[in-house]
């Protein structure tokens, strides 16, 4: 029996989850077709009923969908209740598990491909969306020593410093990075397509020569942040690897075999240069 898994979410055209679950089906040699299920709102209880069916393995979520697709779900993990977002769901026999991969997917990424322990370390988180709120819970988990949020809107950083607990704390102002082990930018400046594609989401001048910079915006791979902290001689780490680490543990409980990340790597990249180029 062919089986089926898919991405749901409002639009999923651009999503690069087809690609580099297909190829980690292919490689592993399993019959499975994973498929971009573009919902509106108004379908999503129908959608998420027919993950039930046998043939179903389950689904990633995306945007806007991770919050309202928790009630329809029969049961939800740990992570994914305190984030209030749910990026996976697992059909076994005809219930629904809902799962958040996208924080531990940022932490597997900090250590698989920066080698960076985040335990014991000092980060600056900037933004206070789901994206921000997925990470900071995640390096918590972690045992970050320091969570500092700044964001544009003050408001919203002190409520997800709050909902978080110590030692995440909101900080009204930018304060200078020498402090810091490692910058994280969960903002969409930078972002092609977002609102502010040429920006920075801070300035660098104050770090020190240890800061670990880190984007979670993958499209463009190189980022205005990346290329700046890249000229500055600091160490970078891009979007795509939490991309992925997400995906590859979705993968994983989808089918209980370890994911094939470098195949995963490998058709993401392929992917986002063709349309690099195809958009020059
Ligand atoms: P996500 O769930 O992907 O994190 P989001 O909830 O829309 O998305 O959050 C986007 C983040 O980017 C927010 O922190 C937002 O700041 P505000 O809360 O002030 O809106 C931040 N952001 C978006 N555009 C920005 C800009 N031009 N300058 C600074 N921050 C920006």
Redesign the pocket.
Known sequence: MTRRAGIIGYPVGHSLSPVFQQAAFAHSGLDVVYERWETPLPDLPARVAALRAPDVLGANVTVPHKEHVIPLLDEVGGLAARAGAVNTIVNRDGRLFGFNTDGPGFVAALRQEAFFEPGGRAFLLL??????RGIALALLEARAAAVDIW???PE?AAVLARDLGAPARALADLPPLAGYDCLVN????GMKGG??PE?L?CPLDSAGSGLLVVDIVYAPRVTPLLRAAAARGLRTLGGLPMLIYQGALAFELWTGLPAPVDVMVRAAENELARREGAAR
């Open positions: 933004g206070a969306g789901g994206a921000a964001n544009r809107t919203r969960c903002t969409t400046v609102p502010d920006g989401p």
